[in-house]
Every structure is written in C-alpha cells, then in structure tokens.
C-alpha cells in the first residue's frame, strides 16, 4: 500500500532538515524518504528546472502529481547522463540562504541551509546574484507620463492591431503582468473568486520571472500577446453571451500560462538529446506537460485558489492543463479534425460545459498561432523572433554534431518559406474553420491580414534568396560555432 505524506510548510529564515524536500515548481518526487523509510545522509535533493528528484533511485520515479497521488513508472531513468547532449549539463542549482543569526555552530553543522528549488530561469538570476554580478531587475514604478500611454493603450486592449511591442516598453518589461491583470480586473474576476491581491500579484510577477525573456520568441511577450489575442476571442458574440467567469478565468490564466518555462528549443530537441523532460513525459507532449506543471506549482506555491474547497481547486488544475495541452502542434489535426465535425453536424452546443471547454481549445489554439494573421508590421517582427529561435537551435545541433531540425538550417532557410508554408499547412485551415464558427469581422480581419502577408512574404523571397546567395561564401569559412550560435549555459558538477 502507498502512503503519501503531507510535507510541511516553513518559513524561510529557518533550516529545513535533510529529509525534507522543499518544491519550487510543478512537480517534486522521491525516491526514499517517505517509501523506503528513513533517508540515506549522504543523498542529495537534484535539481532539474521545475522538477526535483533524488539521485539514488536509478531505475524509478515517483512523481508528486496532481491530488497527491505518487505513481511508479519502470522507465530506467538515469538523472545524470554525462555522455549525452551538453545541453543536459545545465546545473539547476539551489539557491541557498543564509542561516538566521541566532544558530549555533552545532546546529549548523547538523542542519543542512534552506534549499529554495528553482525554475532554470530563476536559478540564472540567481547565481548572477551570487556572483556578484548586478541582476537586471525592471523597475515596476514607471515615469507618469510612459504609465498614462500604457493605460490609455490598455482602454483599446480588445483591439486586434494592438502593438504589444510598444506595450511592453511603455511598462518597462511588465507587459504580461499588468496586462493579466487589467482584464481579470476588467472582467471582475478578483472580486468575483475572492482573489488575495498580494497572492494574485506574486503569481503574476512568477510567471512572468519564469518565462525565459532571452528567448527570441518564447517569452513573456509572446505569453502577453497570446493573452491579449486570446480576450479577443472571449469577446466574440459566440463566446462573450455564452462562457461562463470560470470559463473566462481558465482561459487567461491558461493564455499567460500556456509556454511557462519554455527553454527555447523543440520538442524532437529534448527527445533526441536525451532530455530528463523527454523520459519523464515519455516522448509525448513533453514542453506542454512541463508548461502545466509548471503553471501548477505556482498555483500552489503563491496559494492563489487556496482559499477555494480543495475538489474546485483541483478541477481548475486539470482544466487547466487540458488547455495548456491543446497548444501542442503535433496534435493540430486531431483537434482540427474534431472541430471540423462539430461544425459541419452543427453539433456544438456551448451550454454544454465539454463543448464550451473544447471551444476554449480551439480559441487558445488559434491564439497561440495568431502572428501571421496580426497587421504587416506586428507578424512580420514575430515571424523574424521566431525564425531566429529556430535557427539558434540548429546552430547548437551544428555545434555540437546533431542533425539539424527542419526548419532550423539557417543556411538553407528563409524566413519568408517558413512563413509561407506554416501559413498554408497550419495556419489557413485553422482560422478557416475558426470563421466558420464565429464569422465576424474579426475573423475577417484575421484572414485577410494572414492573405496579405503571406504575399508579402512571397513578393520578399527572391530578395531574401539572394541575400542568402551573397552570405553563403562566407558562412561556410566561418567556424561551426560561429558568434551567432546560442550557448547554453553550462553548469558546474555541483548539485
């Protein structure tokens, strides 16, 4: 029989013992203290992004997962794997805090220092802090004049050409924060669910910490545009007379949550490297899975629903990930395909709440993938972030003597064709069914921006091909590792 323990909650300033395992991010698990009795002293809590496990289990995991349910799986896991991919090196370490004043010699030497588990992007943070190198922090109070053009901007945030660009730098950086928060304002969802206000702006102020902002196109940005598109749909007719405020909470939280800790690289990425994430999740939905948990270890970290009875608060969670999921492009067809059907039987019916749930999918979905039906200047500026995303990380697999991914050769890549063919394989048959279940001006506007686009993508290929032409020579001198190519940090053999 298994038996789950309630791990306990303290305070910072205080040393935690050895066989604790403090959690800081989706998921905590292992493998001895609470199945196998007592810990062994010389075990050591690792630390893995959003993930912490114990290193002497080789063979199993035991996954802290929603409910508190602890689930075995055989999938001989190794935690350190030297001989793969660089990229697995990366050291999450812990940051450790200093031991109140008060303690004596002896209990510092029997009381290990408080082990505060960090996301990979927080741990950056924090090691520059520790080694003395100035953290680049954004000041959250703004100039008056730059906070009125942000709030006069946030009184046509239900605008399809809103510039999130100039958003975030009116904010200084803040653009998921205070967008977030301006419409659960704006939909009277804090007063409405009881959210605690501080709880409410740490959660924001994690999430937002969480996304990796030297990421060209996965960010915080991205998550605010998505947000941003994704109010847009909540506000069609077929969606504003027929969601419910849960229905419209999930869906924001959902949109600024959907690419939480995203480490900038694909899916086939960590799969071929060998990744922990890629074994943990077994090859399948691996970024959404971690997206999720991750979302709901802040959930549970700052308390946010906490105040709520502990079934709703784990439906919310589950909810949650169902949405989070549906952003995974390997499963575009099935959802497609399913959406098809509904609409051609006129089988919808959004008082149904599977139905309105599934809507939420599909509108996340085409808010995820939105860039090429935005205005000219906006789609043209993601479709570059996103191109030089992909061609960093074939960069990495150059360097380091992997295949290189499609479409991440920038040698034989442009961003014109990758638009060109993301717009006709992926993009048209989506928003084309998404007209068809709301045909509004918006969803016009959508299609013809995303036809426009696409030809002026087409009218730019021959100009980009022979810029191509002209860089070729001289890339192929170059080294392989050339000073475009994104490093990965590189961590040290500590634990």
């Not at 992007?121 to 053009?149: A, F, K, N, T, V």
């Not at 405020?245 to 060998?274: C, E, R, W």
């Not at 279940?437 to 009218?459: E, I, V």
């Amino acid at each position: 029989m298994e038996v789950c323990y309630q791990l306990p909650v303290l305070p910072l300033d205080r040393p935690v013992p050895k066989h604790v395992l403090s959690r800081r991010g989706a998921i905590s698990f292992s493998s001895s203290s609470s199945l196998f009795g007592a810990p062994d002293p010389r075990q050591l809590s690792q630390r893995r992004g959003a993930i912490s496990y114990d290193s002497s289990d080789q063979t199993a995991l035991y996954i802290r997962m929603l409910g508190d349910v602890r689930v075995r799986s055989q999938v001989g896991f190794e935690p350190e794997r030297r001989s793969s991919h660089p990229y697995l090196c990366i050291d999450f370490r812990t940051l450790h805090t200093r031991l109140s004043c008060g303690s004596s010699p002896a209990d510092s030497g029997t009381e290990k220092r408080v082990h505060r588990l960090l996301s990979f992007q927080r741990y950056l943070h924090s090691s520059r802090l520790l080694r003395g190198i100035p953290q680049q922090i954004p000041l959250h109070i703004l100039d008056e004049d730059y906070s009125g053009q942000a709030r006069c901007m946030l009184e046509k945030v239900g605008n399809w050409n809103f510039d999130i660009f100039l958003f975030d730098k009116l904010t200084n950086g803040n653009s998921l924060i205070t967008l977030t928060l301006h419409l659960l304002n704006q939909y009277g969802l804090v007063d409405l669910f009881q959210l605690d206000m501080v709880k409410l702006w740490r959660f924001l102020v994690l999430v937002q910490e969480d996304y990796h902002n030297d990421n060209p196109y996965h960010n915080s940005v991205h998550a605010a545009d998505v947000t941003q598109a994704m109010y847009c749909y909540l506000q069609e007719p077929m969606l504003s007379k027929s969601l419910t405020s849960y229905d419209i909470l999930l869906g924001l939280l959902a949109a600024a949550t959907h690419d939480l800790d995203h480490p900038g690289v694909n899916q086939p990425f960590l799969i071929k490297t060998d990744h922990y994430l890629a074994t943990l999740y077994r090859n399948t939905s691996v970024l959404e899975n971690h997206h999720w948990k991750s979302a709901v270890g802040l959930l549970r970290e700052t308390g946010l629903f906490s105040h709520l009875p502990p079934e709703d608060s784990m439906n919310m969670e589950r909810e949650l990930g169902s949405l989070i999921l549906a952003t995974d492009i390997s499963r575009q067809n099935d959802y497609l395909s399913r959406f098809r059907t509904h609409l051609d039987q006129e089988s919808l019916c959004l008082s149904n709440a599977s139905h309105r749930h599934f809507v939420l999918q599909m509108a996340l979905k085409c808010a995820d993938i939105c860039n090429p039906c935005r205005p000219w200047e906006l789609s043209k500026q993601w479709s570059e972030k996103v191109t030089e995303e992909f061609f960093e990380q074939g960069d990495i697999e150059k360097k380091h003597k992997l295949q290189v991914s499609p479409l991440c050769d920038r040698e034989t890549n442009t961003v014109g064709n990758i638009q060109i063919g993301f717009m006709t394989y992926v993009a048209e048959p989506l928003f084309g069914e998404w007209a068809r279940f709301s045909d509004t001006r918006l969803s016009q506007t959508m299609l013809g921006h995303m036809g426009l686009n696409k030809a002026s993508w087409g009218g730019l290929q021959p100009e980009q091909a022979a810029v191509s032409e002209e860089t070729e020579p001289s890339a192929a001198g170059a080294d392989a590792g050339g000073s475009r190519s994104k490093e990965i940090p590189q961590g040290s053999g500590e634990s």
